[in-house]
């Protein structure tokens, strides 16, 4: 009888445990930008491709639009295991890293293409791994764009932009660039732009197209000054602890999977820099200034400063491999 016990005892424990086993990993992947950006492209491609080839293994869940986490609580919450994965801006990273600062550098990269060049060199590489010791590991970098100034003015040179208010990310790279303007810069979340913008808390921005058309900037800034002066990526990231401690063949196929969603996401970039650009354009709500190169150059002139003020926190030899990014090959 006793043994009858012992052995229906340990078959229940068994049946429990391969039960637990069974249980799908979670992934919540949470999120600050609308579905349609390059962002939230991306993170639907991640979510339909590991349920399709980890199906059983990994469910994932897309929060986007601030929903679950806005910028204020999102790092916060990915090293409580709350959500698994996130994708901030780099801006977002430069409380926990100062090399990381150098993608707020204004008119640093001439382009996005440049940006990837950086990104795949060795130093951009390094950059992905800078926030490890943190608690934080870099899966890929993504794109969106290169940002545009707006205000309720046309601003075409660095003077018609001095004493305005300007939302910012969390950087200090940024704030210093709108205290080269004689401007006062503004940290704001992102989930409270559009309504800082329409309320006139602020009186301007800057952001890339894909943002500013998906979240309707457009409709509440009278001009765009095309000045593509920086750049706003992104890094998707997860918690060391998390990722390290997945079945190995699970993670082996997330990180296939992300490596395929990272060209897509990309690939996006690079056309709906175009597209939302022309679709800002179309709607006829704002006016799109295109700036003379001699216009362009005073607006350099005025946020160089900022590369000095940075230099010895970020590393020279970081910017100097970010500019030799500029050639083409
Ligand atoms: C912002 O705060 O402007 C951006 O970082 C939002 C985003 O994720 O693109």
New binding site residues.
């Given amino acids: 009888m006793r043994i009858f016990i012992h052995s229906l005892i340990l078959f229940c424990c068994t049946l429990l445990l391969s039960n637990v086993q069974a249980e799908p990993i979670k992934i919540k992947f949470s999120?600050?930008?609308a579905e349609t950006?390059p962002?939230g492209i991306g993170a639907n491609l991640f979510k339909k491709l590991v349920e399709e080839r980890l199906a059983g293994k990994v469910v994932v869940e897309i929060y986007p639009n601030s929903q679950l986490y806005g910028?204020e609580k999102e790092m916060e919450a990915l090293l409580l295991g709350d959500v698994q994965i996130l994708a901030?801006?780099l801006?977002?990273f430069g409380k926990y890293t100062d090399k990381i600062q150098l993608f707020d550098l204004p008119f640093l990269f001439d382009d996005l293409a440049a940006v990837d060049r950086f990104q795949a060199s060795e130093k951009g590489l390094e950059l992905l791994h800078a926030v490890e010791k943190k608690g934080y590991y870099g899966l890929a970098f993504w794109h969106?764009g290169m940002k545009q100034f707006s205000a309720n003015k046309p601003l075409r040179v660095p003077a018609d932009a001095k004493g305005l208010k300007f939302r910012i990310?969390q950087s200090k790279v940024l704030e210093a660039q709108f205290k080269a303007l004689g401007a006062s810069p503004e940290k704001l979340?992102?989930a409270e732009?559009y309504n800082a913008l329409a309320t006139g808390i602020v009186d301007g921005a800057e952001?890339p197209w894909a943002?500013i058309y998906s979240k309707k900037f457009h409709e509440v800034q009278k001009y765009f000054s095309e000045t593509n002066h920086g750049v706003?990526d992104?890094m998707v990231v997860t918690n060391t602890a998390f990722w390290k401690k997945l079945p190995d063949d699970v993670r082996t196929e997330l990180e296939k999977i992300l490596a395929e969603v990272t060209i897509e996401v990309n690939k996006i970039a690079f056309e709906q820099e175009m597209t939302d650009r022309q679709k800002v354009i179309d709607s006829g709500k704002t006016q799109v200034i295109q700036l003379t190169p001699e216009e362009l150059a005073q607006w350099r002139t005025a946020m160089l400063p900022v590369w000095k003020q940075f230099e010895d926190a970020i590393g020279k030899d970081l910017i100097d491999a970010a500019l030799a990014a500029n050639k083409k090959p």
Wanted: hydrophobic content about 35%.
């Fill in positions: 999120h600050v930008v950006t962002k910028d901030p801006s801006a977002k969106n990310q979340a992102f732009v952001n943002n706003l992104y």
